[in-house]
């Protein structure tokens, strides 16, 4: 048995590395952006493109939060329905996040292609799966949701759902053909190469220790130096640090956690998702599966991996995995890693407007690659127009989330329950 390292796949998948400089200056930009995660990349990219001067700090390495540790799923709208968001948004603001977070996925995939980003992408859709008439029931009610706007999905049961997960112990599974894969570490990378050659000036491991106002400008200071701007752009999510902003009030923490195997045997690769999509189930704490170029089984999990040890890991996994694939021969798990998620309690984002020519976002609840990115234009666009309607959701004042880090230790409790009991064999 190999040991298992804790170190995230897509780290050591051979993606091209951003350049890094060492911020020693002081500089004067139009908008200075705080997090070299998608969105902030998307943010500056598109400014950038647009002629305006843009500075990005980032305080580990470029893709070092959620951007570069998800499952790489890109998929369209939220975790929640889209009647479900239009319930807790309104019909109008629900129905244009539903249109724009709809089409995310196509923006995705076009900057990919434009930018020439290589990424293990492919377009082949995801699979939500339901292990169990519950699931079902609900897929069948997220279908016929989706359906009704014209969506293009297809709700496959019996041997064509079989087929698609490599699986026979799946009720259902619903097929959203305008999503897919990407690894998303290679992604960002790109993004931020592409960044740099639109004008960007990046700088890693560059920490914000305060934000100041002064003037009609804002003043970023970091080790080293300090950047003047007119706009900033808190783009850090779920990994700010530091007590120079209140943002980490607004949200309250989760994690994700994935286990990567060794490259399976081809006959037993080209068994698992054939068609390639990414996938994930209706389980109250649920699981996804994936799978890389290289034929490795990608489990995943919503918890603390680094909390667990790792027998614990392992454990899971075997059972994850034996459930539904009992076929595989014994499966030799080779990678664990964690990611940190930002959750709101409506499950819903949040763009903040906390000072005037100040913006943040946080809350993607688990939908970053897509939401990201949508969002970084979005906040291009409103920053150069001043048009709030090229926001997919109207800004609003920053305010606390309610009792957030007791609710950020119940979840994980309640997930780290449900993992022991799947590995117990009482809960599968």
């Known amino acids: 048995m190999i040991a298992l390292r804790r170190q995230c796949l897509w780290e050591v998948a051979g993606s091209e590395r951003p350049p890094g400089e060492p911020f020693v200056e002081d500089i004067h930009v139009d908008v200075c952006v705080i997090g070299a995660g998608i969105t902030g990349l998307s943010t500056a990219l598109h400014l950038s493109e647009r002629k305006q001067r843009v500075c990005l700090l980032e305080a580990h390495e470029v893709g070092h939060g959620g951007s570069g540790r998800n499952v790489g799923l890109v998929n369209a709208g939220l975790w929640l329905p889209p009647d479900d968001i239009e319930a807790a948004l309104g019909k109008d603001v629900g129905n244009r996040l539903n249109h724009a977070l709809g089409d995310a996925p196509a923006l995705v995939f076009s900057l990919i292609e434009r930018l020439d980003i290589a990424c293990q992408s492919t377009r082949t859709g995801t699979l939500h799966i339901a292990p169990n008439r519950r699931g079902l029931l609900e897929l069948t009610r997220r279908f016929d949701q989706l359906s009704r706007r014209g969506a293009p999905v297809s709700l496959l049961t019996g041997p064509a759902c079989h087929e698609a997960i490599g699986s026979t112990l799946v009720l259902g599974a619903l097929l959203d053909r305008r999503a897919g894969t990407i690894d998303p570490m290679a992604f960002t990378r790109g993004l931020a190469r592409a960044a740099m050659n639109a004008g960007v000036r990046l700088y890693q491991n560059t920490a914000v220790k305060s934000l100041q106002r002064e003037g009609t400008n804002w003043r970023v200071v970091a080790e080293g130096g300090s950047v003047t701007a007119a706009h900033v752009v808190i783009a850090s999510n779920a990994y700010t640090e530091g007590d120079w902003t209140r943002l980490p009030r607004s949200f309250f923490a989760g994690y994700f956690y994935q286990v990567a195997s060794r490259p399976l045997p081809p006959e037993h690769a080209a068994r698992i998702l054939p068609g390639g999509q ?142 022991a009991g799947q590995c117990l064999r009482v809960l599968v």
Do not use: C
């Open 278 to 419: 990414g996938a994930w189930d209706t389980r109250l704490v649920l699981s996804s599966l994936r799978k890389d170029r290289d034929g490795r089984l990608i489990i995943g999990s919503l918890g603390n991996g680094q909390r667990k040890p790792t027998w614990f890991v392992r454990a899971w996994a075997d059972r994850v995995q034996g459930h539904y694939f009992p076929y595989l021969d014994r499966v030799e798990w080779e990678y664990t890693w964690t990611g940190r998620m930002a959750f709101t309690s409506d499950h819903t984002p949040r763009l903040l407007e906390p000072a005037k020519g100040l913006l943040a976002v946080t809350g993607y609840n688990g939908r970053g690659i897509t939401t990201g990115t949508v969002i970084g234009k979005a906040f291009s666009d409103y920053l150069v127009t001043g048009d709030r309607n090229a926001l997919p959701i109207p800004l609003t004042p920053a305010r606390d989330a309610d009792s957030r880090g007791l609710r950020g230790l119940a979840y994980e409790a309640g997930f780290s329950l449900y993992h």
